[in-house]
Each structure stands twice: as structure tokens, then as C-alpha cells.
T-cell receptor, first 113, second 114 residues
């Protein structure tokens, strides 16, 4: 049962434009959300996170938006750069679940120079 | 400083064999996690250690899977009587505390069961 879903397996964006990656979840108990970035043959790297008490968190070119009523979060990258090309995973955690993350299936982002 | 390392990077084995996968966390990190990533899927939680003890092993799929961390640093994931369905990338992550946002992942071990 996939509790975190990324329905777009891939996304292509022109360099300099905005990349928007989407993530939906089903478990209303999730209270912490993260985005990880993964290059081939490497482990995922933490990118940005957001707590359920917020609806937006920004870190440089990366902004995560959380819509709790819709159980939806998105990652905005602006401006997109070729080095951003990677697979992006969203993950979520619920209190009392032993610090385990539930990951989505990933979205492969390609930024075209 | 060194990140999380995992050995071997690749492991090919035959169905029914026993395998051990090793994880060296970042020095001083007390929390250690194992995940499994199957093709086309995101990482799936297996087990979490806080120090030497398994604080949560609810993700282990069955009793063929076992993990240890005897001295609170290096961890070994052990799989008995491997099956073709065990083929996946096994990821290890460590964290300095129990904080949620600082899980540092290793490059993974790609296990192929023939």
C-alpha cells in the first residue's frame, strides 16, 4: 500500500525555468515531509524538509509547499540548472512510527541546457 | 569527513545462499537505518538502530532477514536462503541523533539473486 505517491515518473524542464515536482500522500498522520535528491550510483541526499505546522519552507532555489487539506506537497526549483538533473524522492514520517520514512517512487528530472 | 560507506557495492548470489551486507555509518552517528529499494520504487524502510539495539524492525519482510550492530557503529544486514525477489539495492543511512531530517545515505549495495 503506497502511502506516498509521485505520479510523474519523469519531468523535463528548460534551464532557467521553474521545475515543479509533486507528491501526494494518503496518511493524515504524517507530520514531517522531506525531499531527497539522488544521482545514479549514489545514495539519496537530503534536500529540504517541512513540518506539518508550516505550509512553506524555502532554501535558496528550493521551496517546498505543503497543502494538508489536499494531502499534497510540491517542490519548486527556480531557476532550474543542469546540475539539478536527478531523481527526486519525497518522503514522509508520522509520530510514533520509529523514525521510518515512507518514500514515493521518485520523479526523474532532466534540466535541458 | 567520510560519509556512510557500504560494502560490497555489488553482490551476485544464487538462490538459497546466505549473504551479508555491511554498513559503516558516519563516525559518532548513533542512529542507523536500513532501507531496500526495488527497481522503479522508492526506498522501503527495513530496520532502525539506536545505538546497539534495534529500536524498530517492523520493516523486515520475514525472518530470513536479520541485522546487527554489536558495537553501536558498523551494522550488518544478513539475509538467509536468498530468493530472487530479494534482488534490490540495499541502502544504509545514519543520523547523529533521532532527528528526522538528517539521515545521511550510503551509496547502497546492489544485490542480485540468480
Amino acid at each position: 500500500d503506497q502511502q506516498v505517491k509521485q505520479n510523474s515518473p519523469s519531468l523535463s524542464v528548460q534551464e532557467g525555468r521553474i521545475s515543479i515536482l509533486n507528491c501526494d500522500y494518503t496518511n493524515s498522520m504524517f507530520d514531517y515531509f522531506l525531499w531527497y535528491k539522488k544521482y545514479p550510483a549514489e545514495g539519496p541526499t537530503f534536500l529540504i524538509s517541512i513540518s506539518s505546522i508550516k505550509d512553506k519552507n524555502e532554501d535558496g532555489r528550493f521551496t517546498v509547499f505543503l497543502n494538508k487539506s489536499a494531502k499534497h506537497l510540491s517542490l519548486h526549483i527556480v531557476p532550474s540548472q543542469p546540475g539539478d538533473s536527478a531523481v527526486y524522492f519525497c518522503a514522509a514520517s508520522a509520530p510514533g512510527t520509529g523514525n521510518q520514512f515512507y518514500f514515493g517512487t521518485g520523479t526523474s528530472l532532466t534540466v535541458i541546457p | 569527513g567520510a560519509g556512510v560507506s557500504q560494502t560490497p557495492s555489488n553482490k551476485v548470489t544464487e538462490k538459497g545462499k546466505y549473504v551479508e551486507l555491511r554498513c559503516d555509518p558516519i563516525s559518532g552517528h548513533t542512529a542507523l537505518y536500513w532501507y531496500r529499494q526495488s527497481l522503479g520504487q522508492g526506498p522501503e524502510f527495513l530496520i532502525y538502530f539506536q545505538g546497539t539495539g534495534a529500536a524498530d524492525d517492523s520493516g523486515l519482510p520475514n525472518d530470513r532477514f536479520f541485522a546487527v550492530r554489536p558495537e553501536g557503529s558498523v551494522s550488518t544486514l544478513k539475509i538467509q536462503r536468498t530468493e530472487r525477489g530479494d534482488s534490490a539495492v540495499y541502502l544504509c543511512a545514519s543520523s547523529p541523533t533521532r532527528t528526522l531530517n538528517e539521515q545521511f545515505f550510503g551509496p547502497g549495495t546492489r544485490l542480485t539473486v540468480l
